[in-house]
C-alpha cells in the first residue's frame, strides 16, 4: 500500500479518514459552520479528517441547477477553512485550466467519476504535484483504472487514491459492487468508498437526482469491514433543503453516532 499524506492526514495508514461536507458550497458561512461541526464531531471521534465541497458542480442533470459559487470564490471560501480551522481540503475540478490554480489552495485535487479518462485533465492534475483522488467511473471496470494512474504517474506524481461510487445498473440507478474494492487495493493504493453517491439515483427525479439515503450507514458499515482506507460522505444540516444531492447525503445530527460505530468495527478489521 503506497499510502497518500493529504496536509496532516495519512490515507493509507492505521486510521480510518473521513473524507465528508456538503455537496457543493451553498454559501460562505454555511461551508464554515459545516466545516467546524465537522472538525467538533471527527475529532471527537478520533478519526482524520478531510474537508470536501464543490465550487462549482458542472454536471448537474439542469441547466437551472444550482452549481456553487465558481472557482475564484470558492477556493477562498475553501482556503479560509484551511488557514482559520486548520483542516486539508478537497474540491473537484472539470477542466485542465482550472487546475493550477486548485492547487494553490487545496489539499487533495478531486477528479470526478465522469472525467476519468480524461487524459489532459488527469496531466493537469498530476503535473500540480498535489495528490489525486481519482473517482472511478460509473461506467467502467475496477481493473481499467491502471490507465487513469498510468497518467498521473507520467508526470511524475505517485500520490493516487482511487474512489469506488457505484455503477450505472440500468437508467437512473447505481449498484455498488464492493468487490471492486478489492479488486482496485490490489492494484496498491488508498481505497476510498464514496458511500453517499454510491447511493444516488442519477436523474432520478427528472431534473435533478434522487437518492437512496436510508441505506448510508449500512453502506458506510459495509466498506469499513470491507477495509477501505477511507470513507467519503456528503453531509449536511437539513438534506432535504440542500441545493445540491440533498436525497442522498448524510444528517450531520446523526454523524456522532455513527463514527462511534465505524471506529469500532475498523479497530476489528485493520
Not at 75 to 98: K, M, N
Not at 147 to 175: P, W
Amino acid at each position: 500500500m503506497q499510502a497518500v499524506q493529504v496536509g496532516g492526514v495519512c490515507v493509507g495508514g492505521k486510521d480510518l479518514v473521513l473524507i465528508a461536507g456538503p455537496c457543493v458550497i451553498e454559501s460562505r458561512d454555511h461551508a464554515r459552520f459545516l466545516a467546524e461541526s465537522l472538525r467538533e464531531i471527527t475529532t471527537s471521534a478520533g478519526i482524520p479528517f478531510i474537508f470536501k465541497a464543490s465550487f462549482d458542480k458542472a454536471n448537474r442533470s439542469s441547466l437551472h441547477a444550482y452549481r456553487g459559487p465558481g472557482l475564484e470564490a470558492g477556493l477562498e471560501i475553501l482556503s479560509g477553512i484551511r488557514e482559520d480551522l486548520g483542516l486539508p481540503v478537497t474540491s473537484d475540478i472539470h477542466d485542465p485550466a482550472q487546475a493550477p490554480a486548485a492547487a494553490e489552495v487545496l489539499d487533495l485535487l478531486q477528479i470526478p467519476a465522469f472525467l476519468c479518462r480524461q487524459t489532459d485533465l488527469l496531466l493537469a492534475a498530476g503535473e500540480t504535484g498535489l495528490p489525486i483522488n481519482i473517482k472511478k467511473g460509473q461506467f467502467m471496470a475496477p481493473w481499467d483504472m491502471t490507465h487513469a494512474i498510468e497518467k498521473i504517474e507520467s508526470t511524475g506524481n505517485h500520490g493516487i487514491m482511487l474512489t469506488e461510487r457505484g455503477t450505472s445498473f440500468g437508467y437512473n440507478n447505481l449498484v455498488c459492487d464492493l468487490r471492486s474494492l478489492g479488486i482496485m487495493q490490489e492494484l496498491c493504493r488508498p481505497v476510498v468508498l464514496d458511500v453517499t453517491h454510491s447511493l444516488q439515483l442519477p436523474g432520478g427525479r427528472g431534473s435533478s437526482s434522487g437518492g437512496n439515503r436510508e441505506f448510508i450507514v449500512p453502506m458506510a458499515r459495509a466498506g469499513t469491514a470491507f477495509g477501505v482506507n477511507a470513507l467519503f460522505m456528503e453531509i449536511h444540516d437539513n438534506p432535504d433543503a440542500a441545493l445540491s444531492d440533498g436525497p442522498n447525503s448524510f444528517p450531520l445530527e446523526q454523524l456522532s453516532a455513527l463514527l462511534e460505530q465505524l471506529k469500532k468495527l475498523h479497530s476489528v478489521v485493520a
